[in-house]
C-alpha cells in the first residue's frame, strides 16, 4: 500500500549508491552541518520499504549511518516487538510520533516508554480530529477548514492537557507543525504565535518542521531568537521552490531530496545550535526521485557533509 501522508501511515500501520547521491548534493552540501548531532530519520520517510522488511530496512539504516529515528507506528509488530527490532539495528528512539488524539493516553504514554522515548510528540493534533480517509482513496486531500482565533486557542488548550498529562507519566510533550499552523490571524500574526503564546513552557516544547515552516511563509530561526527553549528537535525537510506560501493541505509543495529545494538550511543550522536544538530528524515527502532508501542515503550525507 503507498502512503501520501504521514497521517495515512500512521492510520494503516498496527538503487542509487550513495556515491551518486552524494554527487549530485555537492554544491549545496558544502556549507550544510549537523549541529553535532547524531544523524536522525524519521521513519516516516521509508514508510514503503518499513513493512515490506522492517528489520531489514532498520538495518540499512543503520548501516547508511544513522544513530537516531523517530517512529511513526509500528506496523505488524507490538510496540515491544517493535523496541527489539531498533536495539538489534543500533537505533535509539529520543521521540515518538503517537496518536495523542486518543481518548486514553495511557497506553499512548507506555508506548512511549517502551521506546524509550523521551518525546512524546504529536505529528499533528488538528489534522487527526478530520476524518479519516477511506482505504486506498486517492486524489487529493479533503480541505481542513481554517482553524482562526477560536480553533489555535481550543488547539493550545488541548495541548496543555496534553503536556500535563505526559509530565505526569514521566514524559515530554512535544507538538510537531505542518503549514496550516501558519495562518493569518486578523492582528497578522500566524496561529502558530498562539500555539507557542498560549501553552505551558514546560508542558509544551516545540519540533520545527523546517520544510513546513518554510512552505507556510515563516522563518524558524526567527521562531528560534523569539522564544528561547521552546524549541528542542528540528525536521530537516525540503521541498522544490515555490512561488507563494500555502497553508493548505490539498496545496501540496512537492517534495525534494535534501539539498536540492529552496530552503537555505546554513543558517537555520547555526541558529538552532545556539537554539539548544537537541535532535534532528531528516523527512522527506513525495514524491521521491529515485527511491526512498535512495533519499535517506541523500539525506545522510546532507546532514553530515561537514560534521
Known sequence: MRFRTRREFLLNSSKLGLAAATSALLPRMAWGEAMGLPPGIQLYTVREDLP??????????????????????????????????????GLKVPSAHLNLNAPDLGPVFEQAHTLGAHYATSSSLATG??????????????????LGLEGFTKLAAQMNEIGAKAKAAGLQYAYHNHNYEFEKMPDGSYG???LVNKTDHELVKFEIDCGWMCAGGADPIVYFKKYPGRFKMIHVKEFEKMDHATVSLSDRPKGMNLGQGFIDYKPIF??????????????????????????????YAFLQASS
Open 52 to 89: 515490506k522488511d522492517t528489520p531489514g530496512t532498520l538495518k540499512q539504516l543503520h548501516d547508511i549511518g544513522f544513530r537516531e529515528v523517530e517512529t511513526a507506528g509500528f506496523g505488524k509488530y507490538s510496540v515491544k516487538e517493535f523496541r527489539q527490532l531498533l536495539d538489534d539495528a
Open 129 to 146: 480530529n478530520m476524518p479519516r480517509r477511506p482505504a486506498g482513496a486517492t486524489g487529493p486531500r479533503p480541505e481542513m477548514a481554517p
Open 192 to 194: 502558530y504565535d498562539i
Open 270 to 299: 547555526i541558529a538552532g545550535k545556539k537554539a539548544g536544538i537537541e535532535h534532528a530528524f531528516s523527512e522527506q515527502e513525495d514524491p521521491f526521485p529515485v527511491s526512498q532508501m535512495a533519499s535517506a542515503k541523500a539525506a
